[in-house]
């Protein structure tokens, strides 16, 4: 028990110079990058202190001119931007013009042709009907001579 008692006053007696040793290392770190240790808020000037006075800034001649030509480049780029935008919106509506009288061009060649298309089928099945009469015709005929013929061979024969 009594060895129990001292292992754990050694354990906490090196526990202490640990972090002795630990918090050393740390101050010699803080101040060698300057940090003070002590030193909790630096309080800093700031342009935004009523008491700062700077002449160009309480006037704002200079800032307004930064601010005049940063917003004078902005306005010319969204000029020149809008402007690509109109021509490109005019050119998309001459194209969709274009389509659209292509396609009433379309629809009137297509009247015109089918049109035509009938009147030529019509043209056609005519043609047919009438070949067909003229065939049956020249086949009456034929059969008339030939009738004549035979006639004439018969009366010769009497």
């Known amino acids: 028990m009594i060895m129990q008692g001292r292992l754990r006053a050694r354990s906490s007696q090196a526990k202490k110079e640990q972090q002795n040793s630990n918090n050393m290392s740390r101050s010699i770190m803080m101040r060698k990058y300057g940090l003070d240790e002590a030193q909790v808020h630096i309080e ?4 935004l202190e009523p008491n700062n006075f700077i002449p160009s800034w309480e006037t704002g001649d200079e800032e307004k001119k930064e601010v005049s030509n940063a917003l004078r480049k902005l306005r010319l780029k969204y000029d020149a931007i809008h402007k690509f935008v109109v021509e490109k919106e005019e050119e998309l509506e001459q194209l969709k013009k274009g389509v659209e009288k292509a396609a009433q061009e379309e629809i009137k060649v297509e009247m015109e042709t089918s049109g035509t298309n009938q009147e030529t089928e019509i043209a056609k099945q005519e043609l047919e009907v009438v070949t067909e009469r003229h065939d049956f015709e020249k086949m009456y005929q034929e059969q008339y ?3 004549l013929d035979r006639m004439k061979k018969d009366l010769i024969a009497l």
């Open 44 to 47: 800093a000037n700031t342009l």
């Open 145 to 147: 001579r030939h009738m």
